[in-house]
């Protein structure tokens, strides 16, 4: 009895994990899939869509602490979290590199030496 009891508990934490993760629609094979939440509010005023002036390089911050970094034709280049405080940001990468910027105003970021502003 006790093992049909943690395998069943298995197949739970299992089916809970596998939920969480979703492909986007249109989506192809080789893309990562994204991890969905249910908060709804980022609880500062700089969520959304953020790119350098020649639109190479694309920060879109989620509202769940979690960033999506596209560079030139590669979509998904970097990921990570993120953290609000007051004006500043801080990042971790997923793959361990850390960062961190400055809000000049609520339409302009500058990181890593350069100036991201809002997409409307």
């Known amino acids: 009895m006790r093992a049909a009891q943690v395998l069943a508990s298995s197949a739970v934490a ?3 994990f596998t939920r969480s993760f979703t492909a986007p629609p249109n989506a ?7 991890m969905q ?4 509010d980022a609880g500062h005023p700089y969520a959304g869509m953020w790119v350098t002036r020649d639109g190479n390089i694309r920060h879109e911050l989620l509202p ?11 979509q998904s280049a970097y ?3 993120y953290e609000v405080r007051g004006n500043e940001i801080f990042y971790w990468d997923d793959t361990g590199f850390t960062a961190d ?3 000049v105003d609520q339409n302009q970021l500058h990181h890593g030496g350069m100036t991201f ?4």
């Open 64 to 74: 769940n602490g979690r960033y999506d970094e596209a560079r030139g034709s590669r």
């Open 117 to 120: 502003f809002r997409k409307p």
């Open 14 to 16: 299992v089916a809970l």
């Open 101 to 103: 910027g400055v809000f």
């Open 28 to 34: 192809s094979a080789n893309q990562r899939p994204t």
């Open 79 to 81: 990921r990570g979290r």
């Open 37 to 40: 939440t249910d908060q709804q």
